[in-house]
C-alpha cells in the first residue's frame, strides 16, 4: 500500500472534522426544534456505539475497555428509549453517525495501539461536552416527552464525561 495514502486520508478526515467543528460551534447557542434534536441526539449515540465498539477492538487498556462497554450499553438503551419515542411521534432518527463522528471514526482506526487508547479518551471527552451541551438545548425543546428525556440523560452524560476525564488523565501522553 502506498505509505502516504493514510496520511491522505488522515488529513482529508481532519479537513472534515475542522470544517464541521466550526459549523457546529456556531450552532451550539442557539435554540433547536425537537426534530433536530431527536436526529441529532440519535446521530451522536450511533456514533458513541460505533467507536466505542472500535475501542473494543484496538485497545488492550482494561479501564478503556471497560468505559467502551459502558458507551456501548448505556447509548443502546438511550438509543432505543429515543427511537421509541420518536416513532410514537412521527420523528425520524437517525441510523448513521454524523459526518464529524465519521470523521473522527476514520482517524481513530487509522491510530497505532500504541496512540489509540489516549486518542479515544480524547475523543470522548470532547464528544460528551459536546453531546452535553446538545442535551441543555434538549431539556427545552416544545416536546415535553422530549425535552423530559434529555433532562433524565443529562446525568448519565454529564457522568460518562467525568469517567472519561478521570480515564483520559491517567493515560500517558503519546
Known sequence: MNPLKPLAMLAVAAFALCAVTAIQAANETDSIST???VEEASAKGVAEIETAKLALEKSGNEKVKGF???MIDDHRRANQEL???AKRKDLDVSDDAELI?????????LRGEGSFDKAYMNNQVVAHRQTIELFRRGVNVKDEEIAAF????LPKL???LQRAEQINGELPEN
Open 158 to 160: 454529564e457522568q460518562h
Open 35 to 37: 426534530e433536530d434534536f
Open 83 to 85: 427511537a421509541e419515542l
Open 68 to 70: 467502551a462497554q459502558m
Open 150 to 153: 434529555a433532562r433524565e440523560t
Open 101 to 109: 463522528n465519521q470523521a473522527k471514526a476514520m482517524v481513530l482506526k
